[in-house]
């Protein structure tokens, strides 16, 4: 574990080096190309659209080391669905979700966009929990008049994380310091600098409550959970699909071709209705399980997302709606 640590770090500080002292390359194509439809299986005009919710949910694009710029999942999905929306067509909406969260203003701008959506329109929306769809990756199902969790899916995690990293201990140890001149006492609150006061984590802990208030309430209102189960839940406890069941988190319990049949159901079309997805890059033997949706045309290029290292080692601070155990780093493109 220690070694393969050392690797990861390794090879992270040479493609920083690498990346600060070569001129840069636009070699492969950015995600400015328009979003265009593809169609999964199915036949007919009537149609059923699949959004993958793949990662860390956040709305700050990306700029890879190789292969330009990745738009951030916020942007993504409000594309489709503006898309969708132009499209008479487009009957029903399935939203395929692993993702352990992400910061909680990005959270709440989907589940926002995804509920006026819904408003708007009048399609039917379904949601399908996959291998974990925790914190901000549940909060977003809320809105969908059905949510699937697959058998083996971790959900749950209805709570909020303040993240604050800290460096004052590691620049005492190298004689570095940083004097700050402040117009209020807690102007600075949250330094990475200095140690926080008492006072200031008694307030960073009122806001974090107030976040995580939200983060319920939100539940109650769409799941219609009693005050026992509330409870349970607002420990911010993960859980399997069984017991999510059991507790009202989820109405049932199926694979992708279930959902896919509620969507159809939902929306009166027919099992052979066609389903498409909205992408930049055609995929031979494209099918549901494709988790690819944000991504630039570049193919075939395995490369490390420096900045999902950094904040995997060294994450930004912030309110959180997120299972932080569940945060990986993506290799590929």
Same mark, same amino acid.
């Given at each position: 574990?220690?070694? =393969? ?42 149609? !059923? ?24 999942? !916020? ?9 969708? #929306? ?11 979700? =692993? ?8 959270? *709440?701008?989907?589940? /926002? ?18 291998? !974990?769809?925790?914190?901000?990756? /549940? /909060? ?20 909020? &994380?303040? %993240?604050?990293?800290?460096? =004052? ?14 117009? @209020? ?26 976040? @995580?208030?939200?983060?319920?309430? &939100? ?22 699909? *069984? ?10 319990? @199926?694979? &992708?071709?279930?959902? &896919?049949? #509620?969507?159809?159901? %939902? ?17 031979? *033997? ?13 193919? =075939?290029?395995?490369?490390? *997302?420096? #900045? ?11 309110? /959180? ?13």
């Amino acid at each position: 574990m220690i070694r =393969n640590f050392i690797f990861v770090i390794l090879i992270a500080a040479t493609a920083a080096i690498i990346g600060c002292a070569a001129p840069k390359f636009n070699l492969f194509p950015d995600a400015a190309e328009p979003l265009k439809e593809f169609t999964l299986q199915g036949k007919g005009k009537e149609k !059923v659209l699949v959004i993958p919710v793949n990662g860390k949910i956040s709305d700050s694009s990306r700029e890879k080391m190789i292969g330009g710029i990745q738009p951030s999942m !916020v942007q993504e999905i409000v594309s489709q669905l503006k898309l969708a #929306e132009k499209d008479k067509n487009i009957r029903s909406v399935l939203f395929k979700i =692993n993702s352990p969260g992400g910061s909680v203003t990005a959270s *709440d701008i989907l589940y /926002y966009e995804i509920l006026s959506f819904k408003q708007r329109t009048d399609i039917p929306i379904v949601a399908s929990l996959m291998g !974990v769809a925790a914190s901000g990756g /549940y /909060y977003i199902s809320l809105p969908a008049d059905s949510i699937f969790a697959h058998p083996t899916t971790v959900t749950g995690s209805v709570g909020v &994380l303040f %993240l604050q990293p800290k460096v =004052n201990k590691l620049m005492g140890k190298i004689g570095l310091g940083v004097e700050v001149s402040k117009s @209020g006492k807690n102007k600075d609150m949250g330094s990475p600098f200095r140690e926080t006061t008492i006072g200031e984590e008694k307030m960073f802990q009122m806001l974090t409550e107030e976040l @995580g208030h939200r983060f319920i309430n &939100l539940v109650a209102e769409h799941r219609r959970l009693d005050i026992k189960t509330l409870g349970d839940i607002s420990s911010a406890r993960i859980y399997l699909a *069984d017991e999510a069941l059991s507790l009202g988190l989820v109405d049932k319990i @199926g694979y &992708l071709d279930d959902v &896919l049949s #509620e969507a159809k159901k %939902l929306a009166g079309l027919p099992e052979n209705a066609k389903v498409v997805v909205y992408r930049r890059t055609k995929y031979p *033997d494209d099918n549901l399980y494709n988790t690819a949706a944000m991504k630039s045309g570049a193919k =075939n290029i395995s490369l490390i *997302d420096l #900045e999902q290292l950094k904040e995997l080692f060294l994450p930004e601070a912030g309110f /959180y709606y997120l299972w932080q155990p569940a945060v990986s780093i993506e290799f590929g493109s």
